[in-house]
T-cell receptor, first 114, second 112 residues
Framework: DGGITQSPKYLFRKEGQNVTLSCEQN?????MYWYRQDPGQGLRLIYY???????QKGDIAEGYSVSREKKESFPLTVTSAQKNPTAFYLC?????????????FGQGTRLTVV | SQQGEEDPQALSIQEGENATMNCSYK?????LQWYRQNSGRGLVHLIL?????REKHSGRLRVTLDTSKKSSSLLITASRAADTASYFC????????????FGTGTQLKVEL
């Protein structure tokens, strides 16, 4: 069953803590992305990676970090430096090379700071 | 930066009616895509239109693209209650690979 899996679905974090959101795909896609969605808003790009061991900052990278040690995995760490981390986080993947391909999304992780 | 702006922000119609959503963007693009999001879920790809295409159909969906006006529209015909969701346009910029920039979305409610 091919797809992209995010875990956990819900995550609660105390202020000052780092948390890591998991994203795994078995679609054999080279590119992976992390987006943040606030209530009633569109998606904003946090980080993206087009190949293993390489990633670039998106529009709102401050307070976040990523790694891409394996093609299948692209975990996102929300650090204590992120001032307003409560949001819905979406991971996506797509092919590279071809210009016109769609993105496949996971079901999201809802992070709440308590 | 948010490239796409969508209009209207919210739309409420009766089942069987058509729903039209519009999207405007700012820069040169390779393609424009439309996605659907059910409440609290991930996004699902609906349709992709290339920059050299003007219109595309998929089932009850019709998408138009006007690159001179940097705008697109999504028409859902004969809407159903199950079409209730948020709809987002996303653009893949020229030379930007598949790094999509999303609009703010249109919330569609289809009432019985």
């Amino acid at each position: 069953d091919g797809g992209i899996t995010q875990s956990p679905k819900y995550l609660f974090r105390k202020e000052g803590q780092n948390v890591t959101l998991s994203c795994e795909q078995n679609l054999n896609h080279d590119a992976m992305y992390w987006y943040r969605q606030d209530p009633g808003q569109g998606l904003r790009l946090i980080y993206y990676s087009q190949i293993v061991n390489d990633f670039q900052k998106g529009d709102i990278a401050e307070g976040y970090s990523v790694s891409r040690e394996k093609k299948e995995s692209f975990p996102l760490t929300v650090t204590s430096a992120q001032k307003n981390p409560t949001a819905f986080y979406l991971c996506a993947s797509s092919e590279t090379g071809a210009k016109n391909t769609e993105a496949f999304f996971g079901q999201g992780t809802r992070l709440t700071v308590v | 930066s948010q490239q796409g702006e969508e209009d209207p922000q919210a739309l409420s119609i009766q089942e069987g009616e058509n729903a039209t959503m519009n999207c405007s963007y700012k820069t040169s693009i390779n393609n424009l895509q439309w996605y659907r999001q059910n409440s609290g879920r991930g996004l699902v790809h609906l349709i992709l239109i290339r920059s050299n295409e003007r219109e595309k159909h998929s089932g009850r969906l019709r998408v138009t693209l006007d690159t001179s006006k940097k705008s697109s529209s999504l028409l859902i015909t004969a809407s159903r209650a199950a079409d209730t969701a948020s709809y987002f346009c996303a653009t893949a910029p020229t030379g930007g690979g598949n790094k999509l920039t999303f609009g703010t979305g249109t919330q569609l409610k289809v009432e019985l």
